[in-house]
């Protein structure tokens, strides 16, 4: 399944007692179609307050239905936040996880000097102006395959803190600037944290170089804090072509963005 869910209303993907979480409410509408109990497994677990438009899903079940029913017959008993946008049978060797080839992030910082109304809870933002060329200029220095130990969250699970970050970039319109992000996997609070210190650059409290100097230090206490969840997304995850996924499982836009984005 492709899943797109407003994480503003729920406490991160992944399982909890309470049953406040995506996964929670998606096991809950797809096991009411299956008509037995279902667990699905993600592409990649977001945390409380991140979206996503192109998450990415699997699930075994025994249940024989058509595909339209685990689209809208799971859509009438998703919370509100949350729908399925396609479903495709697969091979039983799939994994939503450890089939995929690349994950695509986004976040969208609000840059004046009030917040948003409209767009509260699914943007970031950050009241003092930013200056584009020189965060342009700092996240060259992170494009490639480095240890981001730097920008890695001390309950990160991950085993290495190497990571191939394939693109990384930084656009600007208007009071809006768009950070995307590419890579074969992120650790735990990466892009946030690495969006932080891009704002520290942007907003003049260290110049362009000192991104190379903290990503060479390996050591998250010389970083900034961890940015606001409110405006990443998971916008895309790559597959194989013999999987025949949807564009491959790449949704990459949020759908409330102005077309010149």
């Not at 009241?127 to 700092?138: D, N, S, T, V």
């Not at 995850?237 to 409330?256: E, K, M, N, T």
Request: charge should be positive.
């Amino acid at each position: 399944m492709g899943v797109e869910y407003c994480g503003a209303g729920f406490e991160g993907w992944q399982t909890q007692r309470h049953g406040r979480t995506v996964q929670d409410g998606l096991e809950r509408a797809v096991s009411l179609i299956a008509g037995e109990a279902v667990q699905v497994v993600c592409a990649g677990r977001t945390d409380t307050g991140v979206h996503a438009s192109a998450q990415v899903v699997h699930f075994d079940t025994g249940a024989q239905r058509p595909l339209t029913a685990w689209v809208r017959g799971v859509n009438t008993h998703l919370p509100d936040g949350v729908v399925v946008r396609w479903s495709r049978q697969v091979a039983d060797d799939f994994h939503a996880r450890f089939s995929a080839t690349g994950r695509r992030y986004r976040y969208l910082l609000l840059n004046r000097p009030v917040r948003s109304a409209l767009f509260h809870g699914r943007v970031g933002w950050f009241h003092a102006p930013l200056a584009l060329e020189p965060m342009q200029r700092a996240a060259a220095y992170l494009a490639g395959t480095h240890d981001f130990s730097s920008f890695r969250a001390a309950e990160c699970q991950a085993n290495s803190p190497v990571r191939t970050l394939r693109e990384i970039s930084v656009r600007q319109q208007g009071e809006w600037f768009v950070f995307e992000f590419e890579a074969n996997a992120f650790l735990h609070h990466m892009i946030r944290n690495i969006v932080g210190a891009l704002v520290y650059v942007g907003k003049g409290t260290h110049d362009a170089d000192w991104m190379a100097d903290l990503l060479a230090q390996r050591d998250r206490r010389r970083a900034p804090p961890t940015f606001a969840p409110h405006g990443l997304y998971l916008a895309g995850v790559d597959y194989p072509d013999r999987w025949s996924l949807p564009q491959g499982g790449r949704i990459i836009a949020p759908a409330f963005l102005p077309p010149e984005f």
